[in-house]
T-cell receptor
Framework: QQQVKQSPQSLIVQKGGISIINCAYE??????FPWYQQFPGKGPALLIA?????SEKKEGRFTISFNKSAKQFSLHIMDSQPGDSATYFC???????????FGSGTKLNVKP | GAGVSQTPSNKVTEKGKYVELRCDPI?????LYWYRQSLGQGPEFLIY????????DSGLPNDRFFAVRPEGSVSTLKIQRTERGDSAVYLC??????????????FGEGSRLTVL
């Protein structure tokens, strides 16, 4: 059973557009929700993260929106750039266990 | 180097052979994780070390998989009697303290294992 469900599987956006990736979870024991960015041949790297006591976190062009009651969170990339083309993974951590569950990934292609 | 280092970067082996994958975490990071990433999928948890001990090995798929971290730094993932289904990228990650007040995983570039 997949603990974190991510959609869409792939996404094509024009340069300057908004990229939106969604994730959903069921386990209420999750206490930390990071997003990771992965380029081909590289390991995932932390992009931005949020805790469930806030509904939104913004860092530059990247924003996480968090809906605790719906158990959903999403990544918004504003003014998307070709350099943002990568695979994005949402993740969730079980409180006090430090075990991270990852979504299946979204391959983003930003066209110039 | 400053990051997580994994060797080998690529390993091709034959079915039934034994394989060792090594991870050198960031200096000072007490928590170390092994994940497996199949093509087009997200990382799948295998095992988590806090110091020298395996705090959670519930993700190891079967007893052919074993991991050690004898001195609390470098870790080795060992796979016996490899099968074609073991082919994947094995990612290692480390984090400082691994406590509830941190959470950032620093990943290596992975070891790509191909079992023929």
């Amino acid at each position: 059973q997949q603990q974190v469900k991510q959609s869409p599987q792939s996404l094509i956006v024009q340069k300057g557009g908004i990229s939106i990736i969604n994730c959903a979870y069921e386990n209420t024991a999750f206490d930390y929700f990071p997003w990771y960015q992965q380029f081909p041949g590289k390991g995932p790297a932390l992009l931005i993260a949020i805790r469930p006591d806030v509904s939104e976190k913004k860092e530059g062009r990247f924003t996480i929106s968090f809906n605790k009651s719906a158990k959903q969170f999403s990544l918004h990339i504003m003014d998307s750039q070709p350099g943002d083309s990568a695979t994005y993974f949402c993740a969730a951590r079980v409180y006090n266990f430090n075990k991270f569950y990852f979504g299946s990934g979204t391959k983003l292609n930003v066209k110039p | 180097g400053a990051g997580v280092s994994q060797t080998p970067s690529n390993k091709v082996t034959e079915k039934g052979k034994y394989v060792e994958l090594r991870c050198d975490p960031i200096s000072g990071h007490t928590a170390l994780y092994w994940y497996r990433q199949s093509l087009g999928q997200g990382p799948e948890f295998l095992i988590y070390f806090q110091g020298t001990g395996a705090a959670d090995d519930s993700g190891l798929p079967n007893d052919r998989f074993f991991a050690v971290r004898p001195e609390g730094s470098v870790s080795t993932l060992k796979i016996q009697r490899t099968e074609r289904g073991d082919s994947a990228v094995y990612l290692c990650a480390s984090s400082f303290n691994g406590g509830a007040n941190t959470g950032e995983l620093f990943f290596g570039e992975g070891s790509r294992l191909t079992v023929l």
